[in-house]
Nanobody, 126 residues
């Protein structure tokens, strides 16, 4: 299955910012996960871009609240993850994922998304 197209990432000093982007490809729930060697993949942020009362609903893991923002871009074809005040602990491989689950239910505890990106590296140095 073809990967979701994602872009962004790179190297930045602590306190800096990066923006990741991922195509929506018709899915209703989009999320970003990250993984570092030796640790399990962690859910970072999700957004429900489907219709209904939950449209636009976002969720974040506690460690990024207030620093990261996930949003649908103006074309409605992609979701972006704006990452501000980056910390060394934010370093890792970031993967976007798409699924059709309603309101992105249980997105962190059931990360069996339908399609994934290939991953983009984020390196934050002190």
């Amino acid at each position: 299955q073809v990967h979701l197209a994602e872009s962004g990432g790179g190297s930045v000093q602590a306190g800096g910012s990066l923006t990741l982007s991922c195509e929506i490809a018709g899915y209703t729930c989009m999320a970003w996960f990250r993984q570092v060697p030796g640790k399990e993949r962690e859910g970072v942020a999700s957004i429900y871009v489907g219709s209904g009362s939950g449209s636009g609903r976002t969720d974040y893991t506690d460690s990024v609240k207030g620093r990261f923002t996930i949003f649908q871009d103006s074309t409605k074809m992609a979701v972006n993850l704006q990452m501000n005040s980056l910390q060394v602990a934010d370093s890792g491989m970031y993967y976007c994922a798409g699924d059709w689950r309603v309101n992105c239910g249980a997105w962190k505890i059931r990360p069996e998304f339908d399609r994934w990106g290939q991953g983009t590296q984020v390196i934050v140095s002190s």
